[in-house]
DNA sequence: GCAAAATTCAAACGTTCGTTTGATCGTGCA
DNA sequence: TGCACGATCAAACGAACGTTTGAATTTTGC
């Protein structure tokens, strides 16, 4: 029976994200699951074998593109501002989308803390990316031939500043609700961080100077 | 029996820690805890009541002081850039400790994620503190009444910096392993938060008076 | 040295979990 | 109509879990 698509398949990944991220791997129940999902117990062996399978399929599946590639090559024609500007839209673009992209988000974080085997393939696919990429341009910026700590520093930084609106999304709703509350607020959100970025790599830059001078 | 405080209750204490940390609350096992800390079963009813009890000690008890206010206070005095590295000193300390302390931290962050209930203390008794000081300092540099969301997205920027090396302290392992290696390495680690964060509070003015002028 | 309390122990209890079974229903095709 | 297959269903299985029991063992106070 593929007319359907199988309605029953789609509503178990459905209900899955959702109490998958509510309650991690381990505390959302396979009978919770179904019920909600309104789904047989038995359905989950019938689509994906097993619970496990349950949760790489809704682990996996409603990514669509692994952050396309070429977007971060796009990104080093621009001058510094633009460049992060596009990647901290990129970055919180998620955060835009409909539900289900957050609560798969959030599975991706709750990999970091609890590991069940996809967290390396996550790194190796995203984030190491990601990291490279800023690495790479914060040289360029400060005139470098190879990464040092203080680049890598910095990198983190830049970095951890977007990365916390994934994972203290709800400390966040809690101490300023209205940072994340529209898309507009999104967008004017990328712009801030793209400018405190730009501030910290010109300090950054000064202190190099600085520093070169006093030695 | 109180003489040797009872050492059984202290192993259960420490293994207690390791296993949660490493499991979280639902995946370490009783038996498993028992095991490692050389106890019997009965152990965890006698000395904690029951399970939850031993998460409950285990969570708060290591933990000595919570973030003496007082230190926040002694903060007002000093200008930014002092303040700010006495704040991510202070902030980072616990990364310099014995590894115990790295993993309450991690059972800490790890309630933000998976809430036990103890969640929503920490945030009233560390983390509200913490982001209303830096609210409030944050108003007092830019000469501001009351805090707007730029201010707010300034302060949830700043700390967020701070905060994603014990979220993502693996990671970072991973991906810039010199930066946590010492505690002179988080000494300086310190240094360059602060400096970071007076770079984007700097730009943050900037950015104020001019949109003040194009207005 | 002895009774009482503190602590430890092996064994089992009841529950919940993920999984499996075998039957049943509905639909498409000969 | 009858067969085959996709899909669903109620019921149960075995394992692992947190917890409880009641007795054994060790330590304390006198």
């Given amino acids: 029976m593929e007319h359907d698509a199988s309605a029953a398949r789609q509503r178990l990944l459905d209900a899955a994200l959702r109490l998958f991220a509510a309650r991690g791997y381990e505390g959302a129940t396979t009978r919770e699951i179904c ?117 890598q520093r910095l990198a983190v930084a830049v970095i951890s500043m977007a990365v916390h609106y994934y994972v203290g999304r709800e400390l966040i709703d809690l101490l300023a609700p209205d940072l994340l509350a529209s898309p507009n607020a999104i967008d004017l959100l990328a712009e801030r961080l793209a400018g405190y970025a730009v501030s910290m790599i010109e300090g950054e830059r000064l202190r190099r100077t600085g520093e070169g001078d006093a030695h």
């Fill in 35 to 151: 019920e909600a999902a309104g789904a047989n117990l038995s359905a989950i062996r019938y689509y994906f074998g097993d619970k496990a399978g349950l949760y790489r399929a809704t682990f996996c599946e409603p990514l669509g593109e692994p952050t396309d590639p070429a977007r971060l090559a796009d990104m080093a024609s621009l001058t510094l501002r633009p460049a992060l500007v596009a990647f901290f839209r990129e970055f919180l673009l998620p955060l835009k989308h409909s539900e289900a992209v957050q609560l798969v988000m959030k599975l991706h974080f709750r990999e970091m803390i609890e590991p069940t085997g996809l967290w390396q393939d996550e790194i190796d696919a995203e984030i190491r990316p990601q990291h490279d990429w800023m690495v790479a341009r914060l040289c360029a910026e400060l005139g470098l031939d190879a990464p040092d700590a203080d680049v």
